[in-house]
């Protein structure tokens, strides 16, 4: 051993040259003990170091038995953060992270958990469907086998062969389709068809026969509760909500620090392709309005931005034909940067995907009227995107999205200003609706993701003030679609990016290469959502998601993602009414309410009745009993049916009224505007905040102050006038208290506080609740107004809000609304 | 599955003085002297060592065998002189053994020395509450023994009080006998 340097040479003190301890302590199984030579330092023996020492001595094993205690009191599945756990990280250790695998292994074997070993192989799962999925596979391998069988029999006896030399003889043209297959299939894209999903892997082929997947859709069935499989939203598998409690956390992710992502695939695209006279004419059709309902897109100077393609546009899109023309749902509207040398422009539509065939067919008729005629393109599988929100969704995106190198980084274009643009963390410091486009490399050669660089203030500043990017945006490769399916099909697999990881030095990313994926992108800043929108190709959406969930965010933690109801819950925090729920007069938003209303009424009558709400009995005071219309439903007939005198039908699909703009109703309540008669009942969106405790929920009745009973609408307007909590030192004493002197003596002072210990506090005689009986009563029906769509307690408000929808009928512009 | 049971031996290193003293000035270092701490050289590798060691020598390989499988030093302060050791349920008594026929502190150090078994029991939760319970008593011996500690018998101190008590005692119960007669007298000395 001394002859062979290599060999390490055993000396008597290893254990003090270690630096780490092979097996370190664990705290609650070691007990420490005090060395002599600190206890009696220079050796003498006398009695107070003694004692010192032994009380250090019970001190260290009182220590460790209260140790061992803590250490058994929480398993190691107990010690994960709550958005780690997992359900059945109990009995099987390998769902629990890598550090507390041991410890979970140990201790399931010292109480006798049985460890259970997934026997889901290759995902066929367990128990009858598991058993069901595992015999198809062998049918499908047989049946495979058996084809392939039959081919190479044909093929040796040549009967193949010879019908194929047979049709080369009848057809000798056989050969051209071939060829002319490109022009081919260019050619039918005329015919304006409803787009197809893509086949999906045949292993969820089944599960996707009635529905389609989101990209992300595997990543999110691991953490949020989805659809269920027999009831899609919109054909789609949405995710709902998020698995854990997360309503305090969107809040405060969307609103202080971090961010949220949502993968919003299922909205859908409509492609236009024409030139811009017609396009324009077509928007002009379907009046393209904005939120406030005026249309002088076309005056603007922002408009003007809108039409070279370097803004958004975001509004409202109506029906074509009608007097009073009908709102179908909240679009936005992108223009592509016109290329030079072509006089062809195009542009997207952005839908919600539940009023998406409405405005197909009436784009699609639109299309045809135009003069040279605008070709209409079904983009819902092609484009998908995300949104993400929060102070940190800037620099997520910086850091994720970075330009592929084969952009060339000339100043101002927008490659080079986007990583200066990471240190913003309010959007509206960004020009309203700007967008940005240019192709980004795959996110996942850039894995794990780094800090984004926020140093440069400065320039963010320039940037901001002047947005040079509006002269130098170039044409969006993603309006091509030969560059979305480039894209799409040259993203190269998971195992080739490892490889190259493995072979790029440490702690730096891999070289690019002239192969690699130019993933087309648009992103803008959506006004009205107050978030980034991320367009890309479908199959690009889970690289460029994954490499979001993963970014260190600088001020701590990982962006969060979110569901539908966290999506409403933004919306609704900013007291926004999100389309489709919140618009009522929509036919998308009928139908969510009609869907609403059988499951809420489902929810009631699933509980026991010692638990729910009677409504057919409730108290209304002034002996009228039982909630006014459905208790289930927003009872919209009821509420515009008692004005109008006409028939309503319940279940019609097209509400019998319409969403008027808030803007335009409150013109007409005021009286400001000169109106055309209107003919048909609308509702609008109001914001609802609580005066007193309580919070509104979807399906309260709003009524307003009533107006035949004089003495209960003074009894309402009483409880307006809060009293202060605190008198003003000015206030004049009142008669029936006894001026005292400045120091009473000892006994009257405590005979004070003994009254003042058992009155009551002073508040509660003042303003009446709820539950007093001097609480004034509901007005009647005919002072009912409309309903609240989404009411919770707005932690940005600090107090409960709603966002409701109040009708507006015949009788609009006769009663007097007070704003109180 | 069954378990595999232990026992926890609570053991103390006792140092008995080699020079007979009687005097009572003696008394308080004397506990001092019996409870005095081990040197540090003497950590808890080195113990278990010499525990192996022993076995081999008592009970050769058959009993190194068995009772080192689960042979461990829980606790070992050398301030104190005080260690817990865990071995085996079926031959605690083999350990106990060796740790009987230790007469002195393995080689480097050789001091002569009593290894005491104090307790056994089967949860270390007990082996802890004994030693600190005996760590108790010993602090209170000490602080009785310094407080009493510059006179003894003479002095003010509580062990002082007493013996003068007896002897106040003693001395009456002669007084009176006395008169009565002889044969009491021997009964009272």
């Known amino acids: 051993m001394m002859e062979n340097p290599k060999k390490r040479k055993y000396t008597n003190d290893t254990a003090a040259l270690a630096k780490r301890a092979r097996f370190p302590a664990n705290p609650s199984r070691t007990i420490s003990a005090t060395p002599t030579t600190t206890a009696y330092p220079n050796g003498e023996l006398n009695v107070s170091r003694f004692m010192r020492a032994h009380e250090n001595e019970i001190k260290s094993l009182e220590n460790a038995m209260r140790a061992a205690k803590k250490g058994l009191s929480r398993r190691a599945f107990q010690n994960v953060p709550r958005d780690l756990r997992r359900r059945t990280g109990s009995h099987n250790p390998q769902r629990v992270p890598k550090r507390l695998r041991d410890k979970a292994r140990k201790e399931a074997k010292e109480d006798n958990t049985p460890i259970s070993k997934s026997k889901s192989g290759s995902g066929t799962g367990k128990g009858g469907k598991g058993r069901l999925r595992v015999e198809n596979i062998e049918k499908s391998k047989n049946a495979r086998e058996k084809r392939e069988e039959k081919k190479k029999k044909e093929q040796i006896e040549g009967t193949l062969s010879a019908r194929k030399i047979r049709k080369k003889e009848d057809h000798p043209m056989m050969d051209e389709p071939t060829e002319h297959s490109a022009a081919v299939k260019k050619r039918r894209r005329k015919f304006a068809v409803l787009a197809v999903p893509d086949t999906p892997s045949s292993r969820f082929r089944r599960r996707q026969v009635h529905k389609t997947w989101l990209p992300t859709h595997i990543w999110h069935t691991k953490r949020a509760t989805m659809t269920p499989g027999k009831e899609p939203l919109w054909r789609f598998a949405i995710p709902l909500r998020t698995a854990g409690k997360a309503y305090r956390l969107t809040h405060r992710a969307v609103l202080l620090r971090g961010a949220v992502a949502w993968d919003m695939s299922y909205m859908a695209t409509i492609g236009l392709e024409g030139a811009e006279a017609s396009i324009v004419g077509l928007l002009e059709g379907l009046h393209l309005t904005d939120e406030d309902g005026q249309a002088t897109w076309q005056q603007k100077a922002i408009g003007k931005k809108w039409l070279n393609g370097t803004r958004v546009w975001e509004g409202w899109i109506y029906e074509r034909e009608g007097k009073v023309p009908k709102k179908i749902a909240q679009v936005t509207v992108v223009w592509s940067v016109q290329q030079e040398g072509s006089t062809k422009r195009k542009a997207f539509i952005r839908v919600h995907p539940s009023a998406f065939l409405s405005l197909w067919n009436e784009v699609i008729r639109a299309s045809k009227i135009q003069k040279p005629v605008v070709t209409v393109e079904d983009l819902r599988f092609e484009i998908g995107s995300i949104e993400i929100m929060g102070p940190a969704s800037a620099e997520t995106l910086c850091s994720v999205l970075s330009a592929s190198s084969a952009t060339e980084l000339s100043s101002d274009t927008p490659p080079s200003l986007w990583s200066t643009i990471a240190s913003v963390t309010n959007l509206r410091e960004l020009p309203p609706s700007a967008l940005l486009a240019f192709s980004v490399s795959d996110p996942r050669l850039r894995d794990p993701p780094r800090a984004a660089d926020m140093t440069s203030q400065a320039q963010v500043i320039e940037t901001l003030a002047y947005w040079p990017i509006d002269k130098t945006q170039t044409t969006p490769a993603i309006f091509d679609r030969t560059a979305r399916l480039a894209a799409c099909r040259s993203l190269p697999s998971q195992q080739s990016i490892n490889r190259r990881k493995a072979m790029a030095s440490p702690g730096n990313y891999p070289d690019p290469r002239p192969t690699d994926p130019q993933i087309p992108m648009l992103t803008f800043v959506s006004r009205r959502n107050n978030c980034w929108t991320v367009l890309l190709p479908w199959k690009c959406v889970l690289p460029v998601w994954r490499g979001i969930m993963r970014y260190p965010v600088s001020t701590g933690g990982n962006p969060r993602f979110g569901g539908l109801k966290e999506r409403r819950q933004v919306d609704f925090e900013r007291s926004v009414p999100s389309f489709p729920f919140d618009c009522p007069g929509t036919d998308a938003g009928w139908a969510w309410e009609q869907q609403e209303r059988v499951e809420r009424k489902m929810e009631w009558t699933k509980r026991p009745k010692g638990k729910r709400i009677e409504w057919a009995t409730i108290d209304l005071g002034n002996s009228r009993k039982g909630e006014v219309g459905d208790p289930w439903a927003c009872d919209w007939e009821r509420l515009l049916q008692a004005k109008d005198g006409t028939e309503v039908t319940a279940e019609s699909a097209v509400p019998p009224f319409r969403q008027i703009l808030t803007k335009e109703a409150s013109d007409l309540m005021t009286g400001h505007s000169v109106s055309p008669n209107i003919s048909t009942p609308g509702v609008f969106s109001a914001k609802i905040i609580m005066v007193q405790r309580g919070i509104p929920t979807t399906c309260a009745r709003i009524y307003r102050l009533p107006t035949n009973n004089q003495e209960l609408r003074s009894k309402w307007l009483s409880l307006m006038v809060a009293p202060s909590p605190v008198s003003s030192p000015n206030q004049a004493p009142r008669k029936d208290q006894v001026s005292r002197p400045k120091n009473p003596p000892k006994h009257l002072r405590s005979r004070q506080l003994a009254r003042n210990l058992l009155k009551p506090p002073q508040t509660s005689v003042d303003s009446l609740k709820a539950s007093d009986e001097n609480y004034p009563n509901v007005p009647d029906e005919e002072d009912l107004i409309g309903y609240v769509t989404t009411g919770n307690y707005n932690l940005a408000e600090g107090a409960p809000t709603a966002v409701a929808n109040l009708g507006l009928g015949k009788y609009g512009h006769v009663c007097i609304w007070e704003l109180v | ?189």
């Not at chain 2, 003497?42 to 278990?48: K, P, Q, R, S, W």
């Not at chain 2, 260690?83 to 480097?108: E, F, G, N, S």
């Not at chain 2, 602090?139 to 002897?167: F, P, S, W």
Request: glycine share 6%; charged share 25%.
């Open chain 2, 1 to 189: 599955m069954v378990r595999v049971k232990n026992r926890y031996l609570v053991v103390k290193f006792l140092y008995p003085s080699t020079t007979p003293s009687s005097s009572s000035k003696d008394v308080v270092p004397q506990l001092l002297q019996l409870h005095q701490p081990t040197p540090d050289a003497f950590h808890a590798g080195l113990l278990l060592r010499a525990i192996r060691d022993g076995i081999t020598e008592l009970f050769g390989d058959y009993g190194m065998g068995m009772a080192s499988t689960s042979l461990k030093i829980n606790y070992h302060s050398p301030a104190t002189s005080t260690a817990i050791i865990r071995c085996p349920q079926a031959h605690y008594q083999m350990v106990w053994a060796a740790l009987t026929y230790m007469t002195k502190l393995p080689k480097p150090i050789n001091t002569p020395v009593v290894v005491q078994v104090v307790r056994v029991s089967g949860t270390i939760k007990k082996a802890e509450m004994e030693v600190i319970r005996r760590a108790k008593e010993i602090i209170l011996r000490a602080k009785i023994e310094q407080r009493g500690g510059a006179d003894n018998a003479t002095g003010d101190g509580m062990v002082g009080h007493i013996v003068k008590m007896v002897e106040r005692r003693r001395e009456e119960q002669v007084l009176v006998r006395v008169e009565e007669g002889e044969e009491e007298d021997d009964s009272d000395e």
